[in-house]
T-cell receptor, first 115, second 115 residues
Framework: AQSVAQPEDQVNVAEGNPLTVKCTYS??????LFWYVQYPNRGLQFLLK??????LVKGSYGFEAEFNKSQTSFHLKKPSALVSDSALYFC?????????????FGAGTRLFVKA | SQTIHQWPATLVQPVGSPLSLECTVE??????LYWYRQAAGRGLQLLFY??????ISSEVPQNLSASRPQDRQFILSSKKLLLSDSGFYLC??????????????FGQGTRLTVV
């Protein structure tokens, strides 16, 4: 079965420092991986995705993620965190076990950036 | 790109009352449509998804139902609300049926409180 795990409930980082939000996945074939961000009382917003190609994917708001097949990871990174990056982040994988129509979301990681 | 319109933003309903949440999509045709519920600001639970008009797949047995009367309209309903139906409901869409590498677009959500 396809699955995605976010091992950290919360990540704390100081403004200006680099940030990493971790994600690992388990799929039976080639993974289609996504990162989304959610601000309070809002819907999720798409940040970036890996489908194929370069392992380093760049996305919105200065975020990037590195696909690592050997470690089955897709960690979200940003070189310099902003207070406004504080939000809930979701890693997700397309569920091909059920035809690809569904997306499996991780439990979410809350990022706090302190000024 | 797609735009999801979801309303109302907040709703307070008494136990036993009916529910109707509506979601409409702009900017695409024949989208896959989804209803999620998010409890306590964390993980997403997929409730229903639809790959076409009149086609509804239910993920979990519950007090809710969904309908898709038009290509870009998705409705979440209940005949009698329970306290446990409280939560943050999100409508989402992905690209047309065979485009499995597309990201999901989310509405702004409806916060339902059953009292």
């Amino acid at each position: 079965a396809q699955s995605v795990a976010q091992p950290e409930d919360q990540v704390n980082v100081a403004e200006g420092n680099p940030l990493t939000v971790k994600c690992t996945y388990s799929v039976s074939g080639n993974p289609y991986l996504f990162w989304y961000v959610q601000y309070p009382n809002r819907g999720l917003q798409f940040l970036l995705k890996y489908i194929t190609g370069d392992n380093l994917v760049k996305g919105s708001y200065g975020f990037e993620a590195e696909f690592n097949k050997s470690q089955t990871s897709f960690h979200l990174k940003k070189p310099s965190a902003l207070v406004s990056d504080s939000a809930l982040y979701f890693c997700a994988v397309r569920d091909f076990d059920t035809g690809g129509f569904k997306t499996i979301f991780g439990a979410g990681t809350r990022l706090f950036v302190k000024a | 790109s797609q735009t999801i319109h979801q309303w109302p933003a907040t709703l307070v309903q008494p136990v036993g009352s009916p529910l109707s949440l509506e979601c409409t999509v702009e900017g695409t045709s024949n989208p896959n449509l989804y209803w999620y519920r998010q409890a306590a600001g964390r993980g997403l639970q997929l409730l229903f998804y639809s790959v076409g008009i009149g086609q509804i797949s239910s993920e979990v047995p519950q007090n809710l139902s969904a309908s898709r009367p038009q290509d870009r309209q998705f409705i979440l309903s209940s005949k009698k609300l329970l306290l446990s139906d409280s939560g943050f409901y999100l409508c989402a869409c992905t690209g047309t049926g065979g485009t499995l590498n597309t990201e999901a677009f989310f509405g702004q959500g409806t916060r339902l409180t059953v009292v």
